[in-house]
């Protein structure tokens, strides 16, 4: 008996030490992997011939100034991988962790449509009825543009309902923040939201519609809306680290502060949104990828889910610009992708997710300035997992005399004042054959590669200017037309 109860313990210490092996060896694999795309970050645009430069995720966290990142990755359906970096408050020193709670901007929007699309299959609401069935002290005001189109729910979600009022900048810490009502009627800091287009006719994106729905959410269950959905949506996919309550009752904890494009903290550390449907969650990159996996296992038949595989068929329908009920859709050969950003001041994130695939990608940051890191970070990513969603722009680059170069050179002067600053100038010079813009007013410099005689691009962030030579004057249009500068006699 004794050697029976032996070969039996010998056998269990056999298997533990083959599964610690096991799980020890996928570690390994997956911090090579992390280590991999933490020193594989790729810039939007790179010259044809050159050698593919990639760049380090802290270098690049401090060249765009973004003190936090957060970052989760999904494969087969689960979460592979999950690292926070950098600084979630540099007033207490707290570091980002993959528990690290980031506000998720306008990623709240698909979220909430989870909630509207769970009213919808219990029959209390309808997607294609006129919302002001539902709405009772507050309705969607009618005019000439709702005689025979009517704004519906699915209109709202699909941002094709004609409302007004793009998204909004919250509230500071020391504002009292307005109902929901009150945002409706233009009584916060934002326009009074009313339809100004024929329902259905195009598509235009839209908080204030989703603020609508919020508003319809909170009559017909007659709850908060951050309490419906906290209860029902929420802890149903089992996001535990995320809640639409707004303000947070609890301000301490594992909380990013927000940042501005400088990298400065927001005063109160971050602002208030009562518009919750529209950018009032919470959460962090492995709440968000609960989220995606839950709609991809609907898909493959869950049941007892937050919704029902026919629903979740409906929401990742096309309508216009490639739109579903919450999520926009991006469609390729073979495959359909559910996505969003999100940005409230001193946040920007970005989720993808394979509707079938079994993958998803989730970048939270806690800057303004974080949609250029993402980028970069989302090509890393792609690249080192061949998902062929984030590749970097090839340009032919070419090589200009010193002759034709040093015409451009000289100091240029922006065509109106900046605030607190003034005049602004910028100085060009060559070196190692390609213009060199040096900006004293952001302390930086920018190297211009040639694309032909007076088109230049900056590979680092693949803007694009150009020169304009008539007579003896020099002027320079860069990025998108938006800045117009002329060269100026030292």
């Avoid at 926070?84 to 990623?107: C, H, M, P, R």
């Avoid at 054959?433 to 040639?450: H, R």
Wanted: glycine share 8%; hydrophobic share 35%; proline share 3%.
């Amino acid at each position: 008996m004794k050697k029976l109860i032996c070969i039996f313990l010998i056998c269990i210490s056999c298997q533990s030490q083959t599964t610690t092996k096991k799980q020890n060896t996928t570690k390994n694999q997956d911090s090579k992997e992390i280590e991999a795309i933490e020193n594989g970050l790729l810039l939007e645009t790179q010259a044809e011939g050159d050698v593919v430069q990639t760049f380090n995720i802290i270098e690049r966290m401090n060249f765009y100034k973004v003190p936090g990142v957060s970052i989760t990755v999904v494969e087969n359906g689960k979460i592979k991988w999950a690292k926070g970096y950098g600084t979630a408050n540099t007033n207490t020193n707290l570091k980002v962790d993959e528990n690290t709670i980031f506000q998720a901007g306008s990623i709240s929007k698909p979220i909430a449509a989870l909630a509207l699309l769970q009213l919808v299959e219990k029959g209390i609401l309808d997607l294609d009825v006129d919302v002001n069935t539902y709405l009772k002290d507050w309705k969607v005001p009618n005019n000439e543009f709702t005689k025979n189109e009517k704004v519906t729910l699915r209109r709202l979600l699909t941002h094709t309902a004609g409302v007004t009022v793009h998204g909004f900048p919250g509230y500071k810490q020391s504002t009292t923040i307005p109902t929901t009502t009150q945002v409706l009627n233009g009584e916060g800091n934002t326009p009074k939201i009313f339809v100004d287009t024929v329902p259905g006719t195009i598509w235009r994106y839209s908080g204030g519609g989703y603020t609508i729905a919020q508003k319809v959410v909170e009559e017909m269950t007659q709850q908060p809306f951050e309490t419906y959905v906290n209860t029902n949506v929420l802890k149903s996919i089992g996001m535990k680290n995320s809640t639409f309550e707004q303000p947070l009752a609890n301000r301490k904890g594992n909380i990013s502060a927000a940042y501005d494009y400088q990298g400065r903290i927001i005063d109160g550390l971050w602002h208030n949104y009562p518009e919750k449907a529209a950018a009032g969650l919470w959460t962090t990159p492995s709440d968000l990828a609960k989220y995606c996996i839950e709609i991809q296992e609907i898909l493959k038949g869950k049941e007892n889910a937050v919704l029902t595989k026919e629903t979740v068929v409906e929401m990742l329908k096309k309508h216009k610009n490639d739109w579903g009920l919450g999520p926009s859709l991006q469609f390729g050969k073979d495959f359909l992708i559910f996505r969003h950003g999100g940005k409230n001041a001193g946040f920007t994130n970005r989720f993808i997710s394979f509707s079938k695939r079994g993958t998803a990608v989730i970048i939270m940051t806690n800057a303004d300035n974080g949609n250029s890191l993402i980028d970069e970070i989302l090509r890393a990513i792609s690249n080192y997992y061949d998902l062929g969603i984030s590749n970097p722009r090839i340009v032919k680059a070419i090589k200009l005399s010193n002759d034709k170069l040093s015409r451009l050179t000289g100091k240029y002067k922006l065509n109106y004042q900046v605030p607190n600053i003034g005049d602004y100038f910028i100085e060009i010079s060559i070196k190692d054959d390609k213009l060199f813009v040096n900006d004293p007013n952001n302390g930086d410099t920018k190297v211009l590669t040639a694309l032909g005689d007076l088109k230049f691009i900056d590979l680092a962030i693949g803007d694009e200017g150009m020169f304009q030579i008539e007579d003896d004057k020099v002027g320079l249009v860069w990025g998108l037309n938006r800045f117009q500068f002329f060269k100026v006699d030292e």
